[in-house]
């Protein structure tokens, strides 16, 4: 199946205020105090002191950040990701709902925002400068949620009008580009395999001869699950090997529950004896 039928690039892009500036006569103050060098220190002032609205922003970007990357593979060295064409309705289905609570979340911090100084001003004490801070609109304006959906552009398509040699150059370079960029793409399916096999392996490690009582989650067992069902997609190019050691993975833990894992010494060997066995099968 040809890369650019069976995927496409998306590119995710969320901005954010910082609420944070240098206070220069702080900053002075401290190294004077200290008899420092001019560069020995900087005071940053967070803006929103004492309270979370901007925070709350900013770890919900995050999150948009690790589900977008969840569900796509590297591309470019920064920006554009490769996202399976067979996650496409999901994936803008569910970004379209993060767009939707990021701007509602932008804008509830907007309309809080002269309440907000307010309460920044109680808690900054002599560091709160009215001049710190910019307008509603201004403020609004450093928030973004973009998102840009685009072809994968064929390996060999490359039109510029240059003489032949030098073009010939060029698309033998494209050529070699795609396909270092589609081994590094192919390359984080195996990387997120590998890591949770030997995590789960580690936890389900017992020590002869030392009592140990650790602590199992459910989700031992169904983040396991879900890189498996996510690993069905993010095989862009059907490498067998890939999917067998991915099939290889669902069926160790075939019909076990958190339960078994928790009670059963004999599950536990069992399970990590069959993830071992797929450590060892493959070059990672």
């Not at 989700?219 to 069905?232: F, R």
Request: include cysteine; aromatic fraction near 8%; proline fraction near 4%.
């Amino acid at each position: 199946m040809s890369i650019t039928s069976s995927s496409m690039l998306v590119e995710l892009n969320m901005s954010v205020w910082t609420a944070n500036k240098v206070d220069r006569a702080a900053t002075a103050t401290v190294i004077d105090d200290n008899c420092a060098v001019n560069n020995a220190a900087r005071v940053h002032k967070n803006l929103m002191a004492g309270t979370t609205m901007r925070k709350d922003i900013s770890d919900f970007a995050a999150a948009c950040y690790t589900w977008h990357r969840s569900r796509t593979v590297p591309w470019a060295d920064k920006g554009a990701r490769l996202l399976p064409t067979s996650l496409f309705l999901d994936y803008k289905t569910e970004a379209n709902q993060r767009r939707d609570k990021f701007n509602q979340m932008v804008g509830d911090f907007v309309k809080e925002y002269p309440n907000l100084i307010q309460q920044a001003q109680a808690n900054m004490g002599s560091l709160f400068s009215a001049a710190d801070y910019p307008s509603e609109e201004e403020v609004a304006s450093k928030f973004g949620f973009r998102l840009v959906f685009s072809p994968v552009p064929e390996s060999n398509d490359f039109r510029l009008a240059v003489p032949a040699q030098e073009l010939e150059e060029l698309r033998s370079q494209y050529e070699d580009s795609f396909k270092s960029r589609l081994a590094d793409a192919m390359k984080e399916p195996w990387d997120r395999l590998h890591d949770m096999l030997q995590t789960m392996s580690a936890k389900l490690t017992d020590v002869d001869g030392i009592e140990e009582k650790k602590r199992y989650h459910e989700t031992l067992i169904t983040n396991a699950q879900s890189l498996c069902s996510m690993l069905t997609h993010l095989n862009i190019t059907q490498d067998p090997e890939l999917e067998k050691a991915r099939v290889q993975m669902e069926q160790a833990i075939f019909g076990i529950d958190i339960d078994d894992i928790k009670e059963s010494p004999a599950v536990r060997a069992d399970v990590k004896s069959k993830l071992d066995a797929v450590l060892k099968q493959y070059e990672w």
